[in-house]
């Protein structure tokens, strides 16, 4: 007679299921993981508050720069450094103003700048587009140099294997 051997959990043929889905509990940890970061992707956080989009970014931006208080005050030279990072986000420096001027009146009326309040006026103004990105980076002079960069150098290999 031969003992018996409890099974190994890897050649057994049970396993465990949700019954609701009929998957194995591996495959609904997997999918719930998948679900999770989808959702994390399609929200940026920050901290416990949800950002929608670029302008709710640079609107706490402009939040986090902001002194005084319920004052809101913003010294020239930071809006400058703000009107310029928001170039490289894609925007205009007219909608630029217009989100720093939606974020002191919520600041000055006590609401914050994520508050419901803040977040319709700000969604009033025009979201940069993925064209406006492109055209506002540095990403066409550098490829521009990326190319005159590699036909030089194919130059040089030609001149020098023909000498």
């Not at 495959?27 to 920050?46: C, F, I, K, M, Y």
């Not at 670029?54 to 930071?78: C, D, H, M, N, Y």
């Amino acid at each position: 007679m031969e003992p018996i051997r409890p099974a190994s959990p890897r050649g057994s043929p049970l396993r465990l299921i949700r019954p609701e889905t009929g998957l194995s509990l591996r495959q609904a940890d997997a999918r719930r993981a998948v679900e999770t970061e989808n959702r994390a992707a399609a929200l940026l956080t920050s901290g416990d508050r949800a950002v929608e989009d670029l302008r709710q970014i640079f609107a706490l931006r402009a939040a986090s720069t902001l002194e005084g208080g319920r004052a809101a005050i913003l010294r020239p030279e930071r809006r400058r450094e703000l009107v310029a990072g928001a170039a490289a986000l894609g925007m205009r420096p007219f909608e630029a103003n217009l989100i720093i001027a939606v974020v002191q009146d919520g600041v000055r009326r006590g609401t914050g700048p994520l508050s419901p309040e803040t977040r319709g006026l700000l969604r009033v103004i025009p979201a940069p587009t993925p064209s406006a990105l492109l055209g506002s980076s540095w990403l066409r002079p550098g490829l521009a140099a990326l190319l005159l960069g590699g036909m030089i150098t194919l130059l040089l290999i030609d001149w020098l294997t023909r000498g």
